[in-house]
């Protein structure tokens, strides 16, 4: 178990993998989409990857979160570009997140929803190659056309977008974006022109939900008001 420190609203010590027990993301749906939520790290100059990757932002207890979100949701949501840099792979491996999807009343692999403008995905990659991976690709300009596909052929009620920052400027555009997920990591990047996790947009208001703490990083939870 992965201990975090609840900073805000109520102080209180809280394991990461029970984050989202009580949080039933699918329930907020407004009608005729899911619900959607987006997971992201940064640095504290606001970097969004190190070496072109997340991985040197990344920490157990980022990791934890990143697992409890994965295991809450119908879906994953991910741009073509992410899937590269990342080289992803199926969402829910580990057995035991597997069953608590099962209880929950969820399909035990969410949904890899995925999307491109050009159709030009990245086969090769273990998510497009795993049997036991549940993918939906779209070809299209909007992303919301995506998410709302999803929720009519596949019943999809919650969604969990993990970027990257092309997509999640998208989204926001689309007005499809109801809360963010920042990882705040105890690291200062440097360097010019950093790749933040919006690659474009227009200033968006935030409210602050929660602030956790957890490997001398901050994990915030903010709802995005305004979206659509
Ligand atoms: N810090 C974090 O938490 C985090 C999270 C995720 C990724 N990253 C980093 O971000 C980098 C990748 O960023 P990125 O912005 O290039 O990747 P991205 O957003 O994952 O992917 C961009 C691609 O998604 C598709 N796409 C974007 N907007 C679209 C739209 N409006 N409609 C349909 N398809 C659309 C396009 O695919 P086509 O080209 O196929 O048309 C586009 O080229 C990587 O280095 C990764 O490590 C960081």
């Known amino acids: 178990m992965t201990a975090l420190r609840r900073l805000f609203p109520e102080p209180e010590e809280v394991e990461a993998e029970a984050l989202f027990a009580d949080v039933d993301f699918a329930a907020l749906a407004p009608a005729g989409r899911p619900y ?3 997971n992201m790290v940064s640095s504290t100059d606001g ?8 991985k040197l932002l990344s920490s157990d207890a980022d990791r934890a979160v990143f697992h409890a979100l994965r295991t809450a949701v119908d879906a994953v949501m991910v741009g073509t570009g992410t899937l590269r840099a990342e080289h992803y ?5 580990d057995e035991r997140r597997r069953e608590i999807r099962r209880e929950r009343g969820l399909e035990p692999e969410p949904l890899a929803i995925v999307c491109s403008r050009t159709g030009d995905f ?3 990659i273990p998510l497009f190659t795993d049997p036991e991976a549940r993918v939906f690709t779209h070809v299209g300009p909007a992303p ?4 709302r596909r999803a929720h009519t052929e596949h019943g999809v009620r919650s969604v969990l977008l993990e970027g990257g920052p092309t997509l999640n400027a998208a989204m926001l555009a689309d007005r499809m974006v109801d809360e963010l997920f920042l990882t705040v990591a105890p690291l200062l990047a440097g360097g010019a022109a950093p790749l933040t996790i919006l690659s474009d947009g227009h200033p968006t208001p935030l409210e602050l939900r929660w602030a956790l703490e957890g490997d001398g990083a901050l994990f ?9």
Do not use: F, I
């Open 89 to 93: 792979g199926r969402m829910v491996r």
């Open 36 to 38: 959607v939520v987006v």
């Open 144 to 147: 919301g056309e995506a998410v």
């Open 122 to 124: 990245p086969d090769d």
């Open 47 to 54: 970097r969004a990857t190190l070496e072109g990757k997340t």
């Open 220 to 228: 915030l939870r903010y709802a995005v008001t305004g979206s659509g």
